[in-house]
Nanobody, 125 residues
Framework: QVQLVESGGGLVQAGGSLRLSCAAS????????MGWFRQAPGKEREFVSA????????SYTDSVKGRFTISRENAKNTVYLQMNSLKPEDTAVYYC??????????????????WGQGTQVTVSS
């Protein structure tokens, strides 16, 4: 079992930056791949980024490539999402998720069992 708690969301102007954090409980955090998803009002939850348990493999959806960076600190049981050059279309609730492998995360929300409660990101124009 893994419990996840996101933080770092907020209101920012377009072009600004935020860093989201996801703190995980449990001593097995280092065995899990981690991912970030987001859900805007009236839309389905969508994949944003993922990182392997070792941190050596990452993946991003095309709309955030070059702007967002995922990283992790296994010693702190934490995964981060650095978001730069934010756009109004990035506005959503951001969720972190855990899975036994990055391939599972890339299969989409329906394949995942462990989720945080979400943190709101609002980008004003």
């Amino acid at each position: 079992q893994v419990q996840l708690v996101e933080s770092g969301g907020g209101l920012v102007q377009a072009g600004g930056s935020l860093r989201l954090s996801c703190a995980a409980s449990g001593r097995t955090f280092g065995r899990y791949a981690m991912g970030w998803f987001r859900q805007a009002p009236g839309k389905e939850r969508e994949f944003v980024s993922a990182i392997s348990w070792s941190g050596t493999q990452t993946s991003y959806t095309d709309s955030v490539k070059g702007r967002f960076t995922i990283s992790r600190e296994n010693a702190k049981n934490t995964v981060y999402l650095q978001m730069n050059s934010l756009k109004p279309e990035d506005t959503a609730v951001y969720y972190c998720a855990a899975a036994t492998g990055i391939a599972t995360i890339l299969r989409g929300p329906g394949a995942l069992d462990y989720w945080g409660q979400g943190t709101q990101v609002t980008v004003s124009s």
